[in-house]
DNA sequence: TGCATTTGCCTAAGAGTTTTAGGCAAACTA
DNA sequence: TAGTTTGCCTAAAACTCTTAGGCAAATGCA
């Protein structure tokens, strides 16, 4: 029988890739054997099973994307790596919708703390240096800013920001403004 | 054959509570005639489909959780209708942690537009007006509190704030501190 | 009250996904 | 070249979703 050369890191890849053309939840197994022209039981050898293929989808997300930022922040600080850090998340959900809700992915608590949702977390952390907050604020902070971003994708992939004034894209641009403003303004507790 | 007295109100009610016990995701139309001591196919009287129910379960989501905003709001203004605002929200997400996922559903435009989330929206709108903002401004922070309050459920949610300090409840708090702040000092274009 | 209609839940059945077990041949390895 | 490993296969069971058609209980009407 021909062998076509599956493995785990391909499976992940094409995952991904069918993740974004028919989204992450209709991401299934069959499909996938579908494509590589295989039978389903052939993927089982390159994955425990439906649950553990999306989490390496997850994973693989997090990690190209903290790839992505890492490059676009770097030699830049203040205002202009919080933009340059969140186009990259804003442009990775338009560019793959299917592995930005991946990204979203609920983790067990273990997984996520190998994953690269750390780096992610690091480098907000690196970005605030330049906001100057004292220790607690920067934790708040980095959460308001996760959240922000994460629900901001979430939100706009499900159409919540199409078909009304002003687009997109510009609320965006002026809650980054915003956002820049409150760190630099940040409340005393 | 006995009846049961289903109805898509049941159901949905129902599916809710499933969706609290064991996820959104895993609410199933099978489960659904299990917990009722039904065959499955007798539930297709009363909701179309799978995907059907999902949506009604979202729909009713929405409503439950405008309601509660509604009354937490009435007769507040400021950072006042802020905070009860947003912490409807989250306490929602906390108490109710399958309905609020399901009140993240994407729908289509048009049953969105039918949907309580317009409710939503024009009660954010008149939580603004207690900050003056100019107009397009106001559509701005409308997606800005949209967001962050989605995202931080959502990731409250998947456990991303547990196991570190400060404590969720405290981030939560001194945001609200900050958003507040941000809305009474939003940068001019 | 008796009859017709509607309605609620049923059985049957087909299609799709997930997962496990065991087999055979191709590809490495010595 | 023989032995071992590995990759993909067939087979089969369990589950979910969905449609079609049937019977009996509930309801409405004379």
Redesign the pocket.
């Known amino acids: 029988?021909?062998?076509?050369?599956?493995?785990t890191e391909r499976l992940v890849r094409a995952g991904a890739e069918l993740a974004d053309e028919v989204g992450f939840e209709q991401v299934?197994?069959?499909?996938l054997?579908r494509r590589f022209?295989?039978?389903?039981?052939?993927?089982?050898?390159?994955v425990?099973?439906?649950?553990d293929l999306k989490t390496r989808i997850a994973l693989f997300a997090l990690e190209e994307l903290a790839d992505l930022s890492a490059d676009a922040v770097a030699g830049r600080a203040g205002k202009d790596a919080l933009t340059a850090f969140a186009n990259v998340y804003r442009d990775y959900a338009h560019a793959h919708p299917g592995r930005a809700a991946a990204a979203r992915l609920r983790l067990d608590p273990e997984t996520a703390a190998a994953s690269a949702g750390v780096r992610h977390a690091q480098m907000m952390r690196a970005i605030l240096r330049g906001y100057d907050l004292p220790e607690p604020d920067q934790t708040d902070a980095v959460r308001l800013l996760g959240s922000t971003f994460h629900g901001y994708a979430s939100l706009e992939g499900a159409g919540g920001f199409s078909h009304s004034s002003p687009d997109s894209e510009e609320s965006w641009t002026r809650i980054l403004d915003a956002l820049d403003s409150l760190l630099r303004n940040w409340p005393a507790r």
Chains 1, 2 share one sequence.
Not at 28 to 31: G, L, Q, R
Not at 40 to 45: E, G, T
């Open positions: 029988m021909a062998r076509v050369g599956l493995s299934t197994v069959s499909e054997a022209g295989v039978k389903v039981a052939s993927l089982y050898s390159h425990k099973n439906s649950q």
